[in-house]
């Protein structure tokens, strides 16, 4: 089929770069609701609005385009209102963990050169005596009031924006500078440009089949690539965020229930929160339609037990900082074998190579290091030409440190992170394949594993359980129901019964830490 136009104009041209987003979307749903937090809703005309308000502002108190600008504060809409408006003055937005200390902070603003930093109150005074040495530092916006040497973020909205435009920018420039979360060293900077972060959010919402009925919640950090994706694809296909600040189990469920949801985004850590929280039992949660997990390995029993629950697929995905955002999930009309991250998404290639040698490619069924490559892929590491030529080679294909296998039509599966990995005498054992087997327990809520050092095996897997609430869980009977599913090697030691378990501002379960903060449960 031909099309039979003759005009050389599109009638809906392709995004250059997020920062013409809200523009187009004010233009085609000017009063439809966007964003909603507990302060207040906006609608697509006010996200739009005050965007370009706060544009102007950072314009006028010399931000240019090119400059860095940190954002550092957890979720709330003054976080997705100075994004945009960063990006709609072709400045480079760099997104900061709010878990990260001063020592930290202070690092990546140096390394950056970042010129303005647009912080919570909170978070300002947290690292106050960090901010004195960054010599780069022109500029520093607070969301409060009355915060000694800070602008107020109020000042920036009361600007006029009703003129402004947003700046042209290549969508091959520069457009997000996010860091890692350095657990193995300082920090590295991904580079992200226009183009990745663009065709990130258009693909996912393409195979998560977002539209402009859509209502999502989630308590994903806007700061964090995966729910930087959450909130642009869903406004970029039309749809409403619902967006907390942190997550709460029995909140989450109400938010569900009073906003008639049709998607949930988190990772597995809350899911099993929400499967084992009392609110459950009376939560309508009948208005989802899909629900995503990423961030790490998810269980079978917890992917089963919140669909029966829901009504709806759990669609799994896989991504990282490098790729800003997903590079696999499952296509909601075509879902593909359980316990695999989906297939990767359109124009992005993926491969399973062998860690000691990735000339040579995996075949199926056999564990390898998950390579990809295609136009989400990170421009480089900032300032650091080396780490960047060891994670990306001269054929474009960057290393993830992730351990998969394929079925060989297109499936890929994520076994555990390489650093994660446990060499139990000689054996390789992986803390996610015990984790999926003991969170199918019911006594058990959270789970996570984590290694020791061991004089006879070099290393052995200790594991560290929330019991599920009403249940008593013995700590024998979880070793037993261990060895009738997992080989000898791959059994814990030992397994402690905790309170809670260390996680990262997303959510995600800090293996490092679980020997060092162990809570004895009551």
């Known amino acids: 089929m031909t099309s039979t136009s003759t005009t050389q104009e599109r009638m809906f041209p392709p995004l250059d770069g997020l920062g013409q987003m809200l523009p187009r979307l004010a233009k085609r749903w000017p009063d439809k609701t966007a964003l909603v937090t507990d302060e207040r809703q906006h609608t697509f005309a006010q996200l739009d609005s005050e965007s370009s308000n706060v544009a102007v502002g950072l314009l006028r108190r ?32 760099n997104p900061l963990n709010v878990m990260l200390t001063g020592e930290e902070v202070n690092f990546v603003l140096k390394d950056s050169g970042a010129k303005a930093l647009i912080a919570s109150g909170d978070r300002l005074e947290a690292v106050s005596a960090a901010l004195d040495d960054v010599d780069t530092l022109a500029l520093v916006v607070t969301f409060e009031t009355g915060v000694k040497d800070a602008v107020s973020f109020s000042v920036l909205l009361a600007e006029d924006g009703s003129q402004f435009s947003p700046y042209p920018v290549d969508s091959d420039a520069l457009a997000c500078i996010a860091y890692t979360s350095g657990t193995t060293g300082r920090p590295k900077g991904a580079m992200q440009s226009h183009r990745s972060l663009v065709l990130n959010c258009a693909y996912t919402a393409a195979m998560h089949g977002r539209s402009a009925d859509d209502v999502v919640v989630s308590a994903l950090p806007a700061a964090h690539v ?11 296909a039309g749809g409403q965020v619902v967006l907390m600040k942190r997550f709460d189990a029995s909140l989450a469920l109400m938010h569900i229930q009073e906003h008639r949801a049709t998607m949930f985004e988190g990772v597995p850590a809350m899911y099993a929160m929400m499967l084992a929280d009392a609110a459950l039992e009376k939560a309508d949660i009948a208005s989802l339609t899909r629900s995503t997990v990423g961030g790490q390995t998810i269980a ?40 695999s991250v989906g297939v990767a998404l359109p124009g992005v290639q993926l491969k399973a190579v062998r860690p000691d040698d990735p000339t040579r490619e995996c075949s199926p069924n056999e564990p390898g290091e998950l ?4 136009p989400i892929v990170m421009m480089g590491y900032f300032n650091n030409p080396a780490a960047t030529a060891e994670t990306i080679d001269a054929d474009g294909w960057l290393h993830t440190g992730d351990i998969s296998i ?61 019991p599920a609430p009403g249940q008593k869980a013995d700590t024998d009977e979880l070793i037993a129901y261990c060895r009738t599913r997992l080989a000898a090697y791959k ?16 959510g995600k379960i800090m293996r490092r830490k679980l020997e060092a903060t162990p809570t004895p449960a009551s």
């Open 300 to 339: 079978t029993s917890v992917i089963d037990a919140w669909e029966l629950r829901s009504g709806a697929p759990l669609l799994e995905l896989w991504g990282m900082t490098e790729i800003s955002g997903l590079g696999a999930t499952h296509a909601l009309h075509a879902p593909g074998p359980q316990g």
């Open 491 to 506: 059994v814990p030691k030992k397994i402690h019964l905790v309170d809670r378990l260390p996680t990262t501002s997303s």
């Open 62 to 93: 010399g931000i240019d385009p090119g400059d860095r600008v940190a954002i550092f504060a957890p979720n709330r809409w003054e976080w997705i209102v100075a994004y945009h408006a960063v990006l709609k003055i072709g400045a480079v937005v």
């Open 406 to 466: 394929h079925d060989g039509v297109g499936h890929f599966y994520i076994i555990d992170r390489l650093k994660d990995m446990i060499v139990t005498g000689g054996y390789n054992v992986y803390p996610a394949e015990i984790e999926r087997v003991l969170i199918g327990h019911p006594a058990v809520a959270m789970v996570g594993v984590g290694r020791r050092p061991d004089e006879l095996k070099g290393e052995i897997a200790h594991a560290y359980v929330v």
């Open 226 to 236: 995966y729910g930087n994706v959450v909130i642009n694809g869903t406004l970029m």
């Open 371 to 374: 390579m990809v490559r295609g």
